[in-house]
C-alpha cells in the first residue's frame, strides 16, 4: 500500500517500510520480526551490518509456540486530530490461545520509523531466563546478560551495526524541576574497541565520525524513572550489537508497549537537532491562532491562589492589554476547593470527595466567571485555566475531570489547560492521565491544549504525550534567589539539543521584585533589561511569571515595545527550525539562538557578565554572504560571509543582539 512518498509491502514472510528517506526490512519468523535492513536512501547508506538472530519488537517471554497464522492490517491513521496522519500495519502472529502483533508507523517525508509491541488473549505465564527486569548487581550477573544476549526477551528493536569509528551518544534527561537544575547533559563513547555497556535513557544516538550521518533512537515514553514498569536498561550495547530493551507494559493485551523509532540524519549535529525537532512537530500540527500565545501567570509573584478574585484578574487584563499580552489565565484559587499548592488550610484529600470543588468560587467572583471572561473577549485575549485531576485509586474519577475540562471550554473559552498536580506510580493511572488529555484535544476539535507541568511529580515529560500541547517547564522564584535569567536560558539551550523548542514553555520574570535577595551579585535579575528576559524566551514559548499589575511604569513600556516588535517574529520562528548555538549559557560566555527557514531567520546572542564582548559562532547557514540587520538590543548592522562560523559583537555586559538574517550572494 502506498500513501504519499510511504510505501509498505508484507509478502512472503518479508516487510518493508520505506520512503523517500527511509527504508526498513524485516523477516517473519514464528510471527515475529527480524530485522536485515535499516537503509538512509538520500545518502545511499545501508547501516546494518549482519541479519539478527533475535526477534523485535518482542513480549518478556520467549515464544516456543508454534504461529498458526500471520496477518497483516495495512491502513492510514493518526493517533489524535492534530496528528499527521501516518502509514501503519499491524503485524498478527496467532499463536492459538494468544496473539502478538508487532505495529509500525511511518510518516511521509520524514526519515524515521516507529514500532511497538500488543497482545491479545491468554498470555503465556513462563517467562524467559534472560529478561530485562533481572538485577545487575555484579560483573558475573552483567557477563551472564551478555553471553545470553541473544535469548533476550522484551525488546522494542534489536540492530546489528557495524562499530568500527563510531560514537554512541547518550542523552539524559531531568525532570521535577522544581529540585533539578542542568535538565539535560549528554556524552559520546567510542564504539571503535569492542566493548559491552548497558544504558538508560530515553534517547541514544549512533554517529558515524567520518560521514557526520548517523541514527537516532527514540523511546517515546516518560523518562526511566517515572515509568510504572521498570527496566534495567534501555539499551544493551556489545560492540556494534543494539539489543534495546524495556517495551514498558505489565500487561501487552491492555497495554500496548511504548513506541521505539528510529531516525536517520546527516550533517552532524545540526542534522541530528533537524530530523529530531521535525519528527516530534508531526505530532502536533502548528496553528498560529491557537498556539501562538505568551502565556501569563501571577504564580511568579509568590501570592498564590490568596490574590485571586473578579477585581484583581480585571485589573491584570487592563494592565495586559496597556503591556500588549494577549492572554487571561486562571490560576489556582478560581475554583470552590483548595489544591494541594494551595496557600487555604483545606488539604489535598481528591476533588471529588468534596462537594462542587470545580464550581466557582462565589466569594472570589460573585458574578462567576462570565463579568471577566467576557472583558477578556472583548479586548481579543486567549483565555486558559489552572487544572489538576483527582489521584483517589488511580485516577478513577478521570471521566469526571473531563466532563469539568470540557465544560469550561465550552462554557467560557478555555481552551488552554495548566495541567498539574499529578503522580503516577501504575501502567493504569497511566493510561488514564492521558486520557483526560486526549479527550479534551479531541473533544475541542483540536482547539484546545494542555500546558503539561513537569515541574514535581511523576509525570508525562519530554518524550510522552507529544500531541497534546506543550511542557511547563519550571517554576524559578527570586524570592528565595532561584532564578537566574543565564540559568533558565542554560536549561532551554542544553534541551533544544534535542526537544523541540517549539514544545517548551520558557519563563521571565520581573526582575524588579526581591533586588535585595541578590547582594553584590554580578549575575543577579535586576542586572537585566525586560527585554533581554522577554528575547531570550521567544525561540521557544514565553511565559509571563508574574503580577502585570505589579509592574512599575518602565517595565510596562519596555515589555509592550518588545512585545509589539516580537510578535510577527515569534510567528516566524515557530514555523522555522530552531538552534542553539555558541558556547553554553553560564553566565560568562556568548551564545544564542537562531531560526532556519531556507536563506533567512532571526538570531539572538545573548552577553551576560563575561569580559569578552565577541565570539566566532557555529551556524547551520549555507555557505554564502548573509546580511544581518539589527532588530533590537545593542549593536550594529553587518554582513558577512558564512562559512560554517560567522563572528557575533555584543558590546555592553548584560547586552544581546536580535537579528534578521538574509542570505544575499
Known sequence: MKFNDCSIIAEDNILMISNSMISRRWKIENGLCHSTSLKDIINGIEYLKEDSETPAPCPDFSVEDECRKVSYKIYKSKDSIVEEESLRIDVTGDYGGYSIISHFKIYPQTPAISQWISMSGHIPIAKSEVTVEQPIDNIEDFRTLVNNRKEITGLCDMLKLDNIHKKLGIADFMAHTDRKDNLCHWREDLLTIHSSNSYSSNLLYFHDQVGDNGIVFLKEAPLPHARPVKSKFDLLCDGGEMFFAGHGSDDLTRYPGYPFTVILYDSGEFGRMKALHDYQRKFRIYDEKRDDVIWHSTWGDR???????????????????????????????????????????????????????????????????????????????????????????????????????????????????????????????????????????????????????????????????????????????TDFRRYYPHCTMRNLWQLAHFVDPRRLRIEFLNNERNMDKYPDDLLAPFHYSPDYLYVSTIFANPLMWFEISNLSAEYKECMKKIIALCKPIRRKIAQSNVYPIGEEPDGFSIGGFISVAGDTGYTAVFRAAGKEHSAVIKIPLKEGKYKFTLLSGEGEDFTSKAAGSIEFKVPDKYGYSLFKYKKID
Open 303 to 477: 501570592n498564590a491562589d490568596k490574590i485571586v478574585s473578579s477585581e484583581f484578574m480585571q485589573k491584570e487584563i487592563d494592565d495586559m492589554k496597556e503591556a500588549g499580552g494577549d492572554f487571561l489565565y486562571f490560576s489556582d484559587g478560581w475554583q470552590k476547593g483548595a489544591a494541594m499548592t494551595s496557600l487555604s488550610m483545606e488539604r489535598y484529600m481528591g476533588q471529588w470527595g468534596k462537594e462542587g470543588y470545580w464550581d466557582v468560587d462565589m466569594e472570589k467572583f460573585p458574578d462567576g466567571l462570565d463579568e471577566v471572561t467576557e472583558k477578556a473577549d472583548e479586548y481579543g485575549m486567549m483565555k486558559g485555566v489552572w487544572f489538576c485531576p483527582d489521584q483517589v485509586n488511580e485516577y478513577e474519577n478521570y471521566e469526571k475531570d473531563i466532563k469539568v475540562l470540557l465544560k469550561l471550554y465550552r462554557k467560557y473559552g478555555f481552551n488552554k489547560i495548566k495541567y498539574d498536580a499529578m503522580t503516577f506510580k501504575t501502567k493504569l493511572a497511566e493510561e488514564r492521565i492521558k486520557k483526560v488529555m486526549a479527550a479534551l484535544v479531541e473533544g475541542s476539535g483540536g482547539k484546545a491544549f494542555v500546558e503539561i507541568d513537569i515541574t514535581a511529580g511523576i509525570r508525562t515529560d519530554y518524550f510522552d504525550a507529544m500531541q497534546y500541547g506543550f511542557l511547563f517547564l519550571e517554576n524559578r522564584y
